[in-house]
């Protein structure tokens, strides 16, 4: 054995994942968000372009996203994360390809469509689920949305600059470089763990049944979906409510840096405490902070530094119900399906993402700004309502082990382990040679587990 505690060397392990995931992510959304700034413009200029046909070409990635999160997150709970994420950013790769080639506005939309069919954002998350134990998956959740806000900054500054130097068949093919990065990425540090569960593997229909009707699932999924659409409604008005306030459009990226950045420092503190303290309490502050966010908007008229605390209040709200809300998922979901679980929640935050844009641009037009901020706050109302009726599970006892034998089939290992009675779920990683364990502390059979393990913690 080594002088190291299987403890440790999880701990290790978990950094070293949530580091290489929170990479392959940054790496990805750098290549998306760099084209936000200047699509609009240097897509103007290909072949057929109609401005319905630009918005087609931006939104087409997230509607993909949208339709295909839930197969890869179900086909990743049957064949393994790993092998889906490659997969998935293959998929990103050739699109930028095709769109890189592309000589019209059609050639591409059928880029963009490809980008966005590599759906791993929720089968990433199902990977930090089975890897980083509860007690530090918060934090790694917020570590890998942090990495994504840092790259939509960095995108935000260095878009214009590549643009002008690379031109959009440039921008693509940059993208596509970086998520060849990605696939080098997932396939030296992402581990490739098998999970088994005690229960018996339910066919495609009550499986999905039974998570569209668990009550605290669709507490989490209504949640995500609330909390993008008041986002994405929010950012249809607040530019141009800026400019109107007297920021010049260019300082706008500075701004929301800013905000971000403050909203960082109350966002850690909180994570801890729900770490501490329990989530329901910290998840509820969450979202009063949104609720007094919307109500600062509609209120704020032409007072700029009205706006920036209206939005510092947002982020602190948002960027913490970002790491809550799927460590919770991952938490409830049945066992054996996170994947599925977390493709729902994930194709829940892209519809909202588009109710958003669509009620967003409604409200504005049909009652004015404020009408945007005033319904949002309402919406914030009722989801607290659920968020205070919500029972939290307590997290569940684990053990980690050192298998005594060297694994040479890691799912042979996982059904080992799940033999020894009170093991509920075991993930075994060949790449350390751990089993982390979910067990039922008042039947676990110890002696058996010793017999299979070389030490347990």
Do not use: C
């Not at 709970?77 to 990103?92: E, K």
């Not at 641009?361 to 309502?385: D, I, K, S």
């Amino acid at each position: 054995m080594s002088s190291s505690s299987p403890r440790s060397v999880l701990v290790r392990t978990e950094l070293r994942v949530t580091g290489a995931l929170a990479s392959i992510f940054a790496l990805r959304m750098f290549g998306l968000f760099m084209l936000l700034p200047v699509f609009a413009v240097y897509g103007a200029e290909l072949p057929g372009a109609t401005p319905f046909l630009i918005g087609v070409a931006v939104g087409a990635y997230g509607l993909m996203q949208a339709l295909l999160q839930l197969p890869f997150g179900m086909v990743s709970d049957r064949v393994g994360r790993r092998p889906v994420i490659l997969a998935g950013l293959l998929l990103f790769v050739l699109g930028g390809v095709v769109a890189a080639l592309a000589d019209s506005i059609h050639g591409v939309i059928v880029g963009r469509a490809l980008q966005g069919a590599g759906a791993i954002a929720a089968v990433v998350m199902a990977l930090v689920a089975d890897v980083v134990s509860e007690q530090h998956r918060t934090r790694a959740m917020a570590g890998i949305g942090m990495s994504v806000g840092a790259s939509f900054l960095l995108a935000l500054v260095l878009g214009p600059i590549l643009a002008a130097w690379l031109g959009l068949s440039g921008l693509f093919w940059f993208s596509a470089v970086l998520a060849l990065g990605g696939m080098v990425v997932a396939l030296i540090w992402v581990p490739d763990p098998r999970v088994r569960v005690r229960e018996p593997a339910l066919p495609l229909r009550p499986r999905l049944a039974r998570i569209l009707q668990d009550p605290m699932l669709l507490r989490l999924n209504t949640g995500i979906f609330v909390l993008h659409m008041v986002l994405t409604a929010m950012f249809v008005v607040v530019p141009g409510l800026l400019l109107d306030a007297g920021l010049p459009l260019a300082r706008h990226s500075l701004l929301y840096l800013g905000v971000l950045l403050a909203s960082v420092l109350v966002m850690i503190p909180l994570i801890i405490a729900s770490e501490r303290r329990g989530v329901r309490p910290v998840k509820a502050v969450a979202v009063v902070l949104l609720g007094l966010s919307m109500v600062g908007l509609a209120l704020a008229g032409d007072s700029l530094w009205h706006f920036v605390l209206a939005l510092f209040l947002f982020f602190s709200g948002f960027n913490l119900l970002e790491a809550l809300l799927p460590s919770l998922v991952g938490r409830v979901a049945p066992a054996g399906t996170r994947g599925t679980a977390l493709g729902i929640y994930s194709s829940s935050q892209f519809l909202g993402v588009f109710a958003g844009g669509a009620l967003g641009g409604l409200l504005w037009q049909q009652a004015g700004a404020a009408a945007v901020f005033w319904t949002g706050a309402a919406l914030v109302l009722v989801w607290l309502l659920l968020v205070l009726t919500m029972r939290v599970p307590p997290r569940s006892d684990s053990r980690v082990v050192t298998l005594r034998d060297p694994v040479t089939s890691a799912d042979a290992a996982a059904g080992r382990l799940l033999e020894v009675r009170g093991v509920l779920e075991a993930m075994v990683m060949p790449e350390t040679g751990l089993a982390v364990l979910k067990v039922d502390s008042s039947s676990l059979d110890q002696v058996a587990l010793d017999q299979i393990a070389d030490g347990a913690t």
